[in-house]
Structures are given as structure tokens and as C-alpha cells.
Antibody, heavy 120, light 108 residues
């Protein structure tokens, strides 16, 4: 059974940092693209970042480029999202999702989400 | 960047057919995926590659893609189909996902 166990969400002040984690199990993590998608309260889905199976290629939404860093530790089957200089508009439920391929196929499994709240 | 346009809401009576559109420039040239999200839950993939259903997804759900519009169809709508539905495509040039704004399906 595929599982994506998310953690790391918290309530922080503007300008602070957080690192989200997404521990995968039930499939061969190496070689599979992984993604972060967020959902602000009452809003739709917004793509945040993607990472190929090798970890060599990353991409970011313009809204987070230069502040967020996506990475993976294939030895720990874990995806990360380092979030720096957080802003109020980053407040959202953050989902990690598994690609069906290396990147850009479809998001076949999703985590349950971890809440990030940025407020002074 | 590429834009996907969905109607904010669709209302349908039980037993009838719900059709949710997803508009995009020449969207027929892209593979469209669809997700269902029920309140308080994570999204679930219901259609991939324009019209394929993952295992476990009801065959009352189907989809098509033509011209500038992709369409998700839910036949014989049930109360349990109430949810938000999102279309999605991959923008390979930018290595990014694009989501439609979502459509809330209300069963009358």
C-alpha cells in the first residue's frame, strides 16, 4: 500500500522558516517524481514545486521561487520542502504527491497534508 | 503561462448527468488529469491521460478532451459525488503543473 506520511507544518511568524517532510512507503521511491501542492483556506489547488526521481531537476512556482527549496533523500524515502522567509500568503495546507513517472505524468497518490500558518 | 478555466459550480439532480468543463488554449494537445476532493480530504485522482480511470474509480465517471475544452462527465449522480473537481495539465516547458480553479458539484 502506498503511503505518504507528512509532517513539519506549524504556525510561524512572517520571515521565519519551516521544513516539511513527506516519508514515502509502499513503492520504489528512487526514480519517481515527487511534487508539492498547496491549498489556501477556501481556495483551489496551487502547484508549488516538483522534483525528478534523481533529484537533479527541480522546478518552482513563481510565488515561491528563491524562498523554497525542494529536495529528497532517497536513502530515507523522504521528500522535503525547505520554506524560508515565509509570508502570510504562504498560509495553506501543503500536500506532497507522487508522480506516476519521473515527472509530469499524473499525481497518483497524495499525502494527507500538513498545515502551515504564517501570521504575526 | 497556461490557464485552465472551470465553472465555479455545477448543480445536478440525483440520477442525472453532471458535466464539468475545463477550458484551455488548444487543450486537446495536452494530457488532462482530473481530481476529486471531498471536504476535509486530500485530492484523489479520478481520471488520467484524458480519459483513463485508475482502478477503484467508478465507471460512472468518464472524460474527454477536444479542441479547447476537456470535459469530465459523471453519470447517474449520487449524493456521494458532491465534491470539488479539478482539472490539471503538465506544462513541460516550465516543468510545472497547472490546475484549473476547481468546480464544486452540488447534488440537489
Amino acid at each position: 500500500e502506498v503511503r505518504l506520511l507528512q509532517s513539519g507544518g506549524d504556525s510561524v511568524q512572517p520571515g521565519e522558516s519551516l521544513r516539511l517532510s513527506c516519508e514515502a512507503s509502499g513503492f520504489r521511491f528512487v526514480g519517481v517524481g515527487m511534487h508539492w501542492v498547496r491549498q489556501a483556506p477556501g481556495r483551489g489547488l496551487e502547484w508549488v514545486s516538483s522534483l525528478t526521481g534523481s533529484g537533479l531537476t527541480t522546478s518552482y512556482a513563481d510565488s515561491v521561487k528563491g524562498r523554497f527549496i525542494v529536495s529528497r533523500d532517497n536513502s530515507k524515502n523522504t521528500l522535503y520542502l525547505q520554506m524560508n522567509n515565509l509570508r502570510a500568503e504562504d498560509t495553506a495546507l501543503y500536500y506532497c504527491a507522487k508522480d506516476a513517472g519521473n515527472m509530469g505524468s499524473y499525481l497518483e497518490y497524495w499525502g494527507r497534508g500538513t498545515q502551515v500558518t504564517v501570521s504575526s | 503561462s497556461y490557464v485552465l478555466t472551470q465553472p465555479p459550480s455545477v448543480s445536478v439532480a440525483p440520477g442525472q448527468t453532471a458535466r464539468i468543463t475545463c477550458g484551455g488554449d488548444n487543450i486537446v494537445t495536452r494530457s488532462v488529469n482530473w481530481y476529486q476532493q471531498k471536504p476535509g480530504q486530500a485530492p484523489v485522482l479520478i481520471i488520467y491521460y484524458d480519459g483513463d480511470r485508475p482502478s477503484g474509480i467508478s465507471d460512472r465517471i468518464s472524460a474527454s478532451n477536444s479542441g479547447n475544452t476537456a470535459t469530465l462527465t459523471i453519470h447517474s449522480v449520487e449524493a456521494g459525488d458532491e465534491a470539488d473537481y479539478y482539472c490539471q495539465v503538465w506544462e513541460g516547458d516550465f516543468k510545472s503543473w497547472v490546475f484549473g480553479g476547481g468546480t464544486k458539484v452540488a447534488v440537489l
